[in-house]
């Protein structure tokens, strides 16, 4: 299952402030063709959400979570972009 760390949350979290559309928009992670791929759009059926502080900021394909099994997305600070990490080094 995906996870989220606080960085990560903030970072979407603060990306989504004033986007009105897609309504009730947020991040979505889905598999593309060179792996995880995130892109802003809204929940569809079936899609798992991951809340930060009560706002739904990002959902998760079921393929996907089947694909790569535990991970946590995290946002590193140094490099100022957001990673997928096994769930030991999160």
């Known amino acids: ?10 970072y979407l979290k603060r990306a989504l402030v004033g986007v ?10 889905s598999l593309g ?3 995880p ?8 059926p079936g899609d798992r959400k991951v809340e930060y502080e009560g706002d739904v900021v990002l ?9 790569i099994g535990d991970q946590t997305l995290d946002y590193d600070t140094e490099k100022e972009r957001l990673v997928l990490v096994g769930a030991a080094e999160s």
């Open 1 to 10: 299952m995906v996870s989220l760390s606080k960085n990560a949350g903030a």
């Open 20 to 29: 009105e559309r897609p309504e009730n928009a947020c991040f979505r992670l």
């Open 33 to 35: 063709v060179k792996g």
């Open 37 to 44: 791929d995130l892109a802003l759009d809204e929940v569809r």
């Open 59 to 67: 959902t998760v394909e079921p393929r996907l979570e089947s694909a």
